[in-house]
Nanobody
Framework: EVQLVESGGGLVQAGGSLRLSCRASGFTFDDYAIGWFRQAPGQEREGVSCIDSSGGTYYADSVKDRFTISIDNAKKTVYLQMIGLKPEDTALYYC????????????????????WGQGTLVTVSS
């Protein structure tokens, strides 16, 4: 069974840090791009960061220099290290996977992605 499981969300004060994890199972991890997305209440889902099968990394402008995506292929896990968190980072964070995906396309066409995790909630208090 193809599965993504996010963890690591929580409540943190502005300026704080969190590390999210996205653990994959049921597919050949190395052949997939893994993206992080978030959705705040009443807002569209948006791409946050992505790592493709070649190791290329991509970030939304709003999180550049604050978020870092990394991958542990042995653990089939993608991490999102978040520092300098702001109240506007509050959202449900999801990871998604696409076979040899293009990260830019994944950000734009996220509605067509078929493999998603259940999400992990990040709340940043001011």
């Amino acid at each position: 069974e193809v599965q993504l499981v996010e963890s690591g969300g929580g409540l943190v004060q502005a300026g704080g840090s969190l590390r999210l994890s996205c653990r994959a199972s049921g597919f050949t991890f190395d052949d997939y791009a893994i993206g992080w997305f978030r959705q705040a209440p009443g807002q569209e889902r948006e791409g946050v960061s992505c790592i493709d099968s070649s190791g290329g990394t991509y970030y939304a402008d709003s999180v550049k220099d604050r978020f870092t995506i990394s991958i542990d292929n042995a653990k089939k896990t993608v991490y999102l290290q978040m520092i300098g968190l702001k109240p506007e980072d509050t959202a449900l964070y999801y990871c998604a996977a696409e076979f040899f995906g293009d990260c830019t396309a994944m950000f734009v066409h996220y509605r067509s992605l078929e493999v998603w995790g259940q999400g992990t909630l990040v709340t940043v208090s001011s």
